[in-house]
């Protein structure tokens, strides 16, 4: 049996002409964050399904804890939070949770626990249909959370959420991986995954574009890393721009771009103009910079 939460060996499924996913082959290890990231029809929500057991694959093999995917082991350990979750409106909060624990065989008595932990304790008597998209999205995790899962998969989690409530959303995430649930998360909120992402897996057109960390992506990449230098005044502005070989981006700030192994030499000739430089910003390159280069249409076909 398999140590890994998910081994996919050349994993494929087809529509008819269309591969929605080709050729996947990759093991996923105990409290992974994975992200995958994607255009519209990349293929994500299609290997969630596969994972999920709720669409079969065309070719190729899938494990979940060991076991076939859509199995009642795989499915046991595994917990979904859809992108648009619906719930019986007319039930409150509490209500929603009581009726899912009880198809997951758990104890009702954790819906108090896990409502809280969501924020939700003093919304838990409200009916369902009153509730923000923010709260519904909140109900919907501790949903995936009875039962303390294994395996957390998260189609789209917070589109349309605010800022807190993304936040929020993902301290909870968070603390569950640290506590060793694998989590599978598909975003187009690019930058925002970058905190929550251990690793990422970019696809295009049902394949596999990339896979590695952030930092194993830039590497890859060799994107350029932006040194920003902001001066006191603007009298030394022309003389950063010449010496460090910049360009100057408003009154008072110089814009370097340079290969990532070269920031720390880039530095130190900053570092020179002492107490002129008011600040300096290292931007190395995002996920949607990766993002981009990974995406760049070189076989000639346009994305759906
Ligand atoms: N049941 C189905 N029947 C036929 N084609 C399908 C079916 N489900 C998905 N597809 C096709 O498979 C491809 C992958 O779709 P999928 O929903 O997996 O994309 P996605 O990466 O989740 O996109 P999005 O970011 O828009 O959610 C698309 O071309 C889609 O039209
Ligand atoms: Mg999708």
Do not use: W
Not at 269 to 284: C, K, N, R
């Amino acid at each position: 049996m398999s140590a890994s939460v998910l081994v996919l060996d050349n994993l494929c499924k087809r529509y008819g002409a269309l591969a929605a996913v080709k050729d996947m082959t990759m093991a996923v290890e105990p409290g992974e964050r994975l992200v995958l990231v994607g255009h519209n029809g990349a293929g994500k929500t299609t290997l969630f399904n596969m994972v999920l057991g709720l669409t079969r694959p065309s070719s190729g093999n899938l494990t979940v804890f060991g076991a076939p995917a859509g199995s009642l082991a795989a499915r046991e350990a595994t917990a979904f939070l859809p992108e648009s979750v619906a719930f019986n409106g007319a039930l409150s909060g509490t209500e929603t949770l009581k009726f899912f624990a009880r198809l997951r065989g758990e104890d009702v008595a954790c819906v108090h626990g896990l409502l809280d932990r969501v924020g939700l304790a003093d919304a838990g008597h409200k009916a369902v249909r009153t509730y923000s998209k923010g709260m519904r999205q909140r109900l919907g995790l501790a949903q995936a959370l009875i039962g303390s899962p294994r395996l957390l998969v998260l189609d789209e989690p917070t589109s349309g959420l605010d800022p807190v409530s993304r936040k929020r959303f993902y301290d909870i995430v968070d603390s569950c991986a640290a506590r060793g649930t694998t989590v599978l998360t598909s975003s187009h909120a690019l930058t925002e995954m970058e905190a929550h992402a251990d690793r990422i897996i970019i696809m295009r057109k049902g394949e596999m574009a990339a896979d590695g960390t952030l930092q194993s992506l830039r590497q890859q990449t060799k994107l350029p890393t932006r040194i920003r230098v902001r001066a006191v005044s603007a009298e030394p502005v022309s003389q950063m721009t010449k010496e460090l070989d910049g360009c100057r981006i408003n009154g008072q700030a110089v814009e370097v771009v340079c290969a990532a192994n070269r920031v720390s030499a880039h530095m130190k000739s900053i570092a020179a103009f002492g107490d002129a430089v008011a600040d300096v910003e290292i931007l190395p390159p995002g996920l949607d910079d990766i993002y981009l280069h990974f995406s760049a249409r070189n076989d000639g076909d346009d994305l759906p």
